[in-house]
Structures are given as C-alpha cells and as structure tokens.
T-cell receptor
Framework: DAKTTQPPSMDCAEGRAANLPCNHS???????VYWYRQIHSQGPQYIIH???NNETNEMASLIITEDRKSSTLILPHATLRDTAVYYC???????????FGKGITLSVRP | NAGVTQTPKFQVLKTGQSMTLQCAQD?????MSWYRQDPGMGLRLIHY???????DQGEVPNGYNVSRSTTEDFPLRLLSAAPSQTSVYFC????????????FGPGTRLLVL
C-alpha cells in the first residue's frame, strides 16, 4: 500500500472549517484513501473514504486532487469534540489491513 | 448491538505471566483483527482473521497467539508476558475482508512489570 504523509499537528477555531491535508504521491489506481480518527485513547473511528471522486457524508468531506497524489479532509464546522488524531490511510479495497501512521493531531480551540 | 467489546479494560501482569485478552462482536462480521498502540505511535497489526477457523499474522505477531473458533469471538493470548508488550490493545471487525468500515473496540490497557 502507498505511504501517506501528514503534518504532525494543526489547530483551528471552533465553528470554523478544519482542512486536514494528506500527501500520497505513490498511490496506485486501485487504492482508496481512508480517513479514521482517534479521540483521546478511544478506539479509532471511521470517517470517510474515496477513490477519485470527492465524497461527503454527515461527518466530513473528502477532496481528492485530480492526479490523486493528495487529499484534504474537511470538517465543515469544527467543534471541541473534533479534537483528535486523524489518520489518512491508503489501501486497496480488497485488503482490510489498515496501516496507521502517526496521523495529524487536530486541536480545536474555543 | 453492543458492537465490538473488549475485556478487561485494564490489566497489570508480571513478566512471564500469561493472559488472554477477550474480543467479541455481535454484528456477524467475518473479518476481525488485533492491533497494539504504543505511546505516540499509530496502531500496528498483530494478527487477523478472515473467518472462523482462519487466522494470519500481521506486522508484529511475535509473542501473541490467536484462534477463531466462532464468528463472534477472537481472543488474543500472551503466553509469557514481557515489558515490551506494555501497550494498548485494540480489536476491530468488519463485514468482510474488503469491508470499507472497520469498527474498533474501546481497547485494553496492559502493563507488564
């Protein structure tokens, strides 16, 4: 599976959009981009995934660049409860092994 | 549904002791897996199972055994605990090997003295 690169941390103000970047320059055509988050020592929680089209669900939006070498997770109205470590993971749809890096720590400030 | 449950929540062991971490799911998921998470690190895959009677090794399997006799349960055994196995252990499950969403349990915190 392709590797991903995320900055170690970022912060944003409560109520504003949080844009979390991820680079995956070696991604191959059949690999999906997944996002999970982990809130303070809890088990990771699935957020969203996509192949090449932008995706949106009740939690977030996923924007994937046309060349698929990077993506952005958008939390449209961040709240204090969104403070967590966010993991960007690339894997093939047929392989359920999730390879977690160190992720990006998002701090939402009041 | 209770989802993925793990017991115990916290355990202290002495070096050389054995124990079993329990994991159960009530979602009829075929795929189950165990991860460990060390401070400041991401999760690392220990063992996984694609169905009852089938298990395989992940990234860091040494020192751990697993079995899958039923769809619901996937216990993780430490045969002879070592301080290096001090970690937080997470169990996860998904509908199938290609399932897009993995559901994680709340974790077991293990301290080996």
């Amino acid at each position: 599976d392709a590797k991903t690169t995320q900055p170690p941390s970022m912060d944003c103000a409560e109520g504003r959009a949080a844009n979390l970047p991820c680079n995956h320059s070696t991604i191959s055509g059949n690999e999906y981009v997944y996002w999970y988050r982990q809130i303070h020592s809890q088990g990771p929680q699935y957020i969203i995934h996509g192949l090449k089209n932008n995706e949106t669900n009740e939690m977030a939006s996923l924007i994937i660049t046309e060349d698929r070498k990077s993506s952005t997770l958008i939390l449209p109205h961040a709240t204090l409860r969104d403070t967590a470590v966010y993991y960007c993971i690339v894997r093939t749809g047929a392989n359920s092994k999730l390879t977690f890096g160190k992720g990006i720590t998002l701090s939402v400030r009041p | 549904n209770a989802g993925v449950t793990q017991t115990p929540k916290f355990q202290v062991l002495k070096t050389g002791q054995s124990m079993t971490l329990q994991c159960a799911q009530d979602m009829n998921h075929e795929y189950m897996s165990w991860y460990r998470q060390d401070p400041g690190m991401g999760l690392r895959l220990i063992h996984y199972s694609v169905g009852a009677g089938i298990t395989d090794q992940g990234e860091v399997p040494n020192g751990y055994n697993v079995s899958r006799s039923t769809t619901e349960d996937f216990p993780l055994r430490l045969l002879s605990a070592a301080p290096s196995q001090t970690s937080v252990y997470f169990c996860a499950s998904s509908y199938s090997q290609g399932g897009e969403t993995q559901y994680f349990g709340p974790g077991t915190r293990l301290l080996v003295l």
